[in-house]
């Protein structure tokens, strides 16, 4: 079974860093995409930063960019989303998730919306 692990959540207060990490296991097949997610109360799951194999497309979702950065560790089957001058408007449930599918290459490019196939549990991040 292909599994999700997200880490590096945590209270912050406004102006500060986090580093989110997200380890993948069991996977069989080469991952085309990978990205984190994140979800306040009441509000949408929205995408926050996404990336496909090799690096060669990103999104990031308009509020964030200039602050958050994306990036794979190959050799240890790792993601970070390094995530800096947080605000409290950042505060939620930030997912790991990943796909195997070109689909989610190509709906990143073109900035539509894509249900990922393999997800985490969650680290919750708190801007306060």
């Known amino acids: 079974d292909v599994q999700l692990v997200e880490s590096g959540g945590g209270l912050v207060q406004p102006g500060g860093s986090l580093r989110l990490s997200c380890v993948v296991s069991g996977y069989t097949y080469s991952s085309k995409c990978m990205g984190w997610f994140r979800q306040a109360p009441g509000k949408e799951r929205e995408g926050v930063a996404l990336?496909?194999?090799?690096?060669?497309?990103?999104y990031y979702t308009d509020s964030v960019k200039g602050r958050f950065t994306i990036s794979p560790d190959n050799t240890k089957n790792t993601m970070f989303l390094q995530m800096n001058s947080l605000k409290p408007e950042d505060s939620a449930m930030y997912y790991c998730a990943a796909d195997d599918r070109i689909g989610c290459i190509m709906a990143m490019r073109e900035r539509r919306p894509y249900e990922y196939r393999y997800w985490g549990q969650g680290t919750q991040v708190t801007v306060s």
């Open positions: 990336i496909s194999a090799g690096g060669g497309s990103t």
